[in-house]
């Protein structure tokens, strides 16, 4: 999500100094690719792995840098535009992916690099079904895996320390399901395969598989750690200093501690006791790195879509509650914030997107449960609302005024669940065009929200929450929705509603969660984005033809501003469901500001009036 902007880095020196490793007999490689991901595959990465933001200046979440002996290319999506172009120096080419004539950078690699350069890789860093699916398209090429990252050479004393906090166990209140079960279920997997063990390598499957959490990335409330899941056994891979007595207590017999960096020589000692073979292999999910392949040997793996990522994205009945819990909860500090930012502005009080963003952690804080942001808090005014992924820099930020659109993205973690809403506002008067695109966008929340549609459908849902802005000529460059974690990262595969081929090969299914969060963005001007979090569950249908259906509940509870809707272009159905909408936030959030703030509970019955 939003990442706190930075000034523009000089990365002469850097590329510099990689160019010349490049060009060593230790390394004697003519490209090398740096990704975004940890060797984890986190999309939001500790300070210590973001090799690419290191490199290229670029700290937007999603991108991969090419670096050849000449040139330097960085690849990002519609997201990440505008911040990638502010941020980029004059070493950098930008390719703007998913739009005409643009590879992809593994297309790069393959057709626009001469034929027979050797393109150096982390293979800490890069999947092994990517490393399959890039040799295969290489051709004359070579793909050459380095044993030590080029990036943390050039990057030397410089490059900050990997946390190592404490880890501590979710109570079962809020889990839901407990260790047991969960690893019996892996187990289950396992034997279809009859596979011998199981790695678990993502930091958000170790911390749901073994019901921990931490705090060793900003917002994600993970830890540092691999595992591996026997049929009589389980290892936690973790640095010691992060458990204590009340972990180990957790854990019980079931699961044995060793150290973070055992993992690898862990698996090279089953291959080597002969434990594993290609009649009896180790489970891996799909984005499992290169490296863990090479120790146990291509032979002696089958990589699948993770099992344990499919386990953790339907939410149990105990999780399904805690995200209406915590999403009212969530809805009583946003109304607190928008009430008292109204105010201020019609007081003339001078505020920057900064101070809005810290007023509203200010009161998340203060909330039941709350164990910090999901996110960096996206608050933006004006042309800023139009950078996707923005984030105001304290010390560098606009100020909010009555006379432009203000755009806030923001979510929080909670032990019983995960937020994230975007509301749109204009505290003055806006122009026909802004209510119009605002309307559109709505249109397009509300299609979502509504929708029906049959158990097993994978495609068609993302074009429902654009085809009235289609009707306009609009669009927006990225998904519609993402999954959702429960106390865990906010960004949530597989599940998702959108055009990644993720998204279309994954259908949703009961229990799912997932955001619903149409957009329009006029550069360089303002951006609207209307985001509820929702959860997927059996639609009651007058027949039943085929397998069942499917619909959406919807926990955030938000007002969406009416001021700024065109009523001559919202149709009776619409504008019944906002005002039910309206009517289910108003009798949900209001008894958790009566008597505590009266300023909220007035500005929340306000924008819920029907209309």
């Not at 085929?546 to 007002?559: A, D, K, Q, S």
Request: glycine share 8%; net charge negative; with cysteine.
């Amino acid at each position: 999500m939003g990442v706190i902007g930075t000034a523009r880095v000089d990365t002469s020196e850097r590329l510099a100094c990689l160019r010349a490793l490049m060009r060593g007999r230790d390394y004697n490689v003519e490209a090398f690719v740096v990704p975004s991901e940890d060797e984890h595959f986190s999309e939001y990465p500790s300070q210590a792995d973001e090799r690419r933001a290191f490199i290229s200046g670029f700290n937007g979440s999603a991108g991969c840098a090419i670096v050849t002996l000449q040139d330097a290319f960085l690849f990002t999506d519609g997201r990440y535009f505008l911040q990638a172009e502010q941020q980029l120096d004059r070493n950098w080419t930008l390719m703007k992916q998913g739009l005409p004539d643009v590879p992809t950078w593994q297309d790069f690699l393959s057709k626009n690099l001469e034929q027979g350069t050797r393109i150096g890789v982390d293979p800490s860093l890069i999947s092994a079904a990517d490393a399959q699916t890039l040799k295969r398209s290489l051709s004359e090429s070579e793909l050459v895996p380095l044993l030590e990252n080029p990036i943390d050479i050039v990057w030397g004393s410089d490059r900050p320390q990997r946390p190592k906090n404490k880890v501590f166990a979710l109570d079962i209140k809020y889990a839901g399901e407990t260790l047991s079960n969960k690893l019996q279920c892996v187990r289950e997997e396992m034997a279809k395969k009859n596979a011998v063990a199981m790695a678990v390598t993502l930091l958000d499957e170790v911390a749901w598989l073994f019901n921990l959490r931490g705090t060793d990335i900003d917002f994600n409330p993970v830890f540092f750690a691999y595992a591996v899941v026997e049929k009589d056994s389980a290892v936690l891979f973790v640095n010691r200093v992060q458990v204590d007595e009340a972990v180990k207590f957790h854990f019980g017999q079931e699961v044995l501690i060793k150290p973070y960096e055992e993992f690898l020589p862990y698996l090279k000692g089953l291959t080597e006791k002969d434990l594993v073979k290609k009649e009896q292999p180790v489970l891996l999910g799909d984005k499992t790195s290169l490296a863990v392949v090479h120790v146990l040997g291509e032979e002696n793996v089958v990589i699948v879509p993770s099992p344990v990522a499919a386990m953790k994205a339907i939410k149990n009945s105990t999780e399904i509650e805690g995200f209406r819990q915590c999403h009212i909860r969530d809805g009583a500090a946003l109304a607190r914030y928008f009430a008292w930012l109204e105010e201020q502005l019609n007081n003339g009080v001078i505020l920057n997107e900064s101070q809005g963003a810290d007023k509203l952690e200010e009161f998340r804080s203060e909330l039941e449960l709350f164990r910090g942001l999901s996110f960096t808090t996206i608050s933006s005014t004006g042309p800023n609302a139009a950078i996707i992924h923005y984030s105001p820099d304290p010390k560098e930020c606009a100020i909010i005024t009555k006379d432009e659109i203000y755009l806030c993205d923001s979510g929080g973690q909670y032990l019983d669940g995960t937020t994230d809403v975007t509301r749109t506002w204009h505290f003055g008067t806006p122009s026909e065009e802004e209510k119009r695109a605002f309307t559109r966008v709505l249109q397009g929340h509300i299609a979502i929200d509504s929708a029906v549609f049959p158990t097993g459908t994978t495609a068609c849902r993302d074009s429902w929450a654009r085809r009235a802005l289609w009707q306009d000529g609009l669009d927006y460059r990225h998904g519609t929705g993402h999954g959702v974690g429960h106390f865990l990262n906010v960004h949530e595969g597989p599940q998702g509603i959108g055009t990644r081929i993720a998204y279309n090969s994954t259908p949703l299914k009961a229990g799912m969660t997932v955001s619903n969060e149409p957009g329009y963005y006029a550069d360089g001007r303002w951006g609207i984005r209307i985001e509820n979090v929702v959860i997927v569950r059996e639609a009651q249908t007058p027949n039943n033809f085929g397998n069942g259906y499917l619909g959406f509940e919807r926990v955030t509870m938000c007002p969406i501003q009416t001021s700024l809707v065109d009523f001559a272009v919202l149709t009776a159905e619409e504008k019944k469901w906002l005002n039910e909408y309206h009517a289910e936030v108003e009798r949900k959030v209001g008894p958790l500001l009566r008597g505590r703030d009266e300023r909220a509970l007035a500005w929340l019955k306000k924008q819920c009036q029907a209309v």
